[in-house]
């Protein structure tokens, strides 16, 4: 399996500028996805194919990286912003990382 | 709009099997795979396996093909997920998801059923 490793909690402050990262054990070209998950809510997909940003979903948002390394930038951080993040790859089946809690302070 | 309407919590006994439904609607259910991830304690996702409704073809994570069951109905947009010989490890959220961008990605949600069990 492909693992996606992501570091569990970020905390920032509003306006500041983020970047959560995703690495993955082995190669997976560019088919990295994230998504934001607040709670009682389910996943909402934010950014496809490493880069691409879902329609609707605003333009602070990020993504960037392809093979291993995948980054979602947010900037500027807004207090709506506190949640869950989770990358997924979909090149070698499909897995999800174990969650960025994003925190505001 | 393109929504996926699941079936609400199930309280569910040790050993006994349970079917969970998702409803899709505002799209052509044909034209899209059905995916199932699991939650565990609001922690991270698990990708179990999706469908092809129109086909009928399903492919799992390996880890739950003895364990999820996966079918849809054409007819009434609806596709489900039966889980056999449960135990307090199956106790959890599930999602359905719509699959789009050649089934890569996961684009719309559904809002999730809560699965206990318990005797």
């Known amino acids: 399996d492909t693992i996606l490793t992501q570091s569990p909690v970020l905390a920032v402050s509003p306006g500041e500028r983020v970047s959560i990262s995703c690495r993955a054990t082995e190669g997976v070209d560019s088919y990295v996805h994230w998504y934001q998950q607040k709670p009682g809510q389910q996943p909402k997909l934010l950014i496809y194919k490493a880069s691409k940003l879902t329609s609707g979903v605003p333009a602070r948002f990020r993504g960037s990286g392809s093979g291993t390394d995948f980054t979602l930038s947010i900037d500027p951080v807004e207090a709506d912003d506190t949640a869950i993040y989770f990358c997924?790859?979909?090149?070698?089946?499909?897995?999800f990382g174990g969650g960025t809690k994003l925190e505001l302070k | 709009q393109v929504n996926l309407l699941q079936s609400g919590a199930a309280l569910v006994k040790p050993g006994a099997s349970v079917k969970l439904s998702c409803k899709g609607s505002?799209?052509?259910?044909?034209?899209?795979?059905i995916h199932w991830v699991k939650q565990s304690h609001g922690k991270s996702l698990e990708w179990i396996g999706y469908i092809n409704p129109d086909s009928g073809y399903a492919d799992y994570n390996g880890k739950f093909e003895s364990k999820a069951s996966l079918t849809a109905d054409k007819s009434t947009n609806t596709a489900y997920m039966e889980l056999s010989r449960v135990t307090s490890e199956d106790s959890a959220t599930y999602y359905c998801?719509?699959?789009?961008?050649?089934?890569?990605?996961?684009?719309?949600w559904g809002q999730g059923a809560s699965v206990t069990v318990s005797s």
């Open positions: 505002g799209y052509a259910f044909t034209d899209y795979y």
């Open positions: 998801a719509r699959g789009a961008y050649n089934n890569y990605i996961m684009d719309v």
């Open positions: 997924q790859q979909s090149w070698n089946d499909r897995t």
